[in-house]
């Protein structure tokens, strides 16, 4: 079984529009939607949901103010500022590290798991799909995203589908590591802007960084050609393969608003190239 | 003698989903407050990919190792109990074999494991998370944070970038996308959140969660719809239908996407988009010193 | 000597669980006695990090000398390494048959992780 993720350094790059399409192109997959803090693959997937299951994310502290006895000594020993002049615990700063509960001399604290967000199982037209809801401003989405890439590789493996489609999040950090770790390929969907560049150039350093093959391809390539032959050029620098370049197309944003990928949605300049960068990304999936 | 201590409003511009303009709008309000003669602060807290330099510049910046502290442990003292292990609630030490393991990847330095060693055989070193840059650039006051790679958590990085000490009238947060633990980092403590948002399906979506986020944080906030086309309503009635404010919109024009591949700040590039940050900035900046001023009331 | 292989569950008769640090138990067994017993893992499967490292614990503290599993990520490689623990991976199949082919010496020791872990 081979796993897909398509990833972006910057934002609004284009990746979920590019893993919708390839959804419906690819054959025999299970969908994972790893981009669980701004989920937006389930929009133009219509998932049928069969199965819901609670996630909780850290834990947090709790002060038993019967108990305590303003003696101070969590707060002075707490690094995370999260306890306030009446005990009170803030919830944004608390790591859930447990510093206080352990040395409270009165055990008035105490860690308690949170509720953190939710996960589906759901039945779309194209096949099976993983996906979650993280509550706005909750932590831990990298536990979500390992839990959400987990369940699509068992749904894989138990309908023996052949590939698992992530759509992953953007950035390098801790949503991402978990989004990328171990996968066959990395589809990294840039555009043509010094922005798009720059984020390139990090999210391909962490795929070096964990030894994961990634392929390249340029979105809204015609808004800035020089810099698509930038873009280009740093990939033959890099040895990083180009899989395509896909034209700025309004029937983009159509689709979505129709709540389908654009591949489904027209035979336009974007869903063509789209489709050839399927074919390519698809055979470098068969080969690695 | 009394140093006269200088309240800074800080404005934060965040959206759930990325790519929307955040760095845009951030980049060129700092640029207008500035040029109106306001002291200005620009933080790009967007550490995992940072923005904002390429469109002010780097050059003469000065930069520091941002690091966290970690555990070493004193092998010559350490008698393998697993005290430290019980306190960690990360599994960045673990006692196996007769010793202590350390995984300072995992570890959240929180100081637990050195509290809990009875036989004082832990202390503390350091770990490099990435590094922080400021400098000076057309009269703005600019920094910013960038997260190692392969570093999986940028909340500490973000709070040095949030620590750049200045004596500001205005500062600006640029903020990651999203909606999770290095967004809250970014945006708590501001005096106002503006939420750039585009008038797709999932620009929508998105704005949704970020709401609900800045909501739970209690912050009051207000929308700027970025590629704004004549006549598309979405955006502005789901501001409506919720009674958010609608600070101001920018249009979408090729011209301007045009400028931001090329790095160039809009409101050097266009004389009308100079104009429209004037406006947008003038009404930002009234709503967000007044929030400012209630906050001090309180 | 006493070994561990990851396990579906809780007999020698049920399927070996491919991932170390996130599997389901342990069977853990005496191959000159042929006395075996479950240890179950369920807390480390839902682990927000450092499942691997944590599973390693657990079964150093059962005193098994060798872990038979499919994959062994670079955390737990490193505690159980740490712990004089050998680590043979490539499992298949029920955890009896693990056995047997332990026995026989057909199974692979691995000198260092053989997969990227799911957390940096």
Known sequence: ?288 | MKEEIRQTTTIAVASGKGGTGKTTVAVNLALTFSRAGKKTLLLDCDVEAPNAHIFLGTEGMESSRVTVRVPVVDESKCDGCGACGKACRFSAIVSLGGKALTFPSLCHACGGCVIACPNKAISEGEREIGAAFRGMFHGVDFAYGKLRIGEAMSPPLIRVVKKFKSDAELAIVDSPPGTSCPVVQSVRGSDYVALVTEPTPFGLHDLKLAVEMIREIGIPFGCIVNRAEAGDRLAHDFCLENDIPVIGAIPDDRRAAEAYSRGIPLIDALPDFKLLFEELGGKLIETAEACARKEVRR | MKIAITSKGNTVDSPVDPRFGRAAGFMVCDIDTGECAYKDNAQNLSASQGAGIQSAKNVADSGVSAIVTGHCGPKAFSALKAAGIKIYTGAEGTVAENIEKFKAGSVKEIDNADVEGHWS
């Open chain 1, 1 to 288: 079984m081979k796993e897909l993720t398509i990833v972006s350094g910057k934002g609004g790059a284009g990746k979920t529009s590019v893993a919708a399409s390839f959804a419906a192109l690819a054959r025999d997959k299970a969908i994972a939607d790893c981009d669980v803090d701004a989920a937006d693959l389930h929009l133009v997937m219509e998932p049928a949901i069969k199965h819901r299951e609670p996630f909780s994310g850290g834990s947090k502290a709790e002060i038993n103010l019967e108990k305590c006895s303003s003696c101070g000594l969590c707060r002075t020993l707490c690094r995370f500022d999260a306890i306030d002049e009446d005990y009170k615990i803030d919830d944004f700063a608390c790591e859930g590290c447990g510093v206080c509960t352990d040395n409270c001399p009165e055990k008035a604290a105490l860690l308690i798991p949170r509720h953190a967000g939710e996960l589906f199982v759901s039945n779309t037209r194209n096949g099976p799909m993983v996906h979650a809801r993280l509550i706005p401003g909750e932590e831990n989405s990298g536990k979500l995203v390992s839990l959400v890439r987990s369940r699509a590789r068992e749904i894989a493996e138990n309908e023996k589908l052949g590939l698992v489609l992530i759509d992953g999040s953007p950035g390098i950090g801790c949503p991402v590591i978990a989004s990328v770790t171990g996968v066959s390929l990395l589809l990294i969907v840039t555009e043509p802007t010094l922005s798009g560049l720059h984020d390139l150039d990090r999210i391909a350093s962490l795929a070096a960084h964990f030894g994961i093959p990634s392929a390249v391809c340029v979105n809204k390539f015609d808004i800035n050609i020089e810099m698509t032959n930038s873009i280009e050029e740093y990939c033959a620098g890099k040895k990083l393969p180009v899989v395509g370049r896909i034209p700025y197309d309004t029937l983009v944003t159509k689709a979505q608003i129709a709540g389908v990928s654009v591949v489904e949605y027209s035979g336009g300049a974007a869903a063509l190239e789209v489709s050839r960068v399927w074919k390519k990304t698809n055979y470098m999936l068969e080969t690695c």
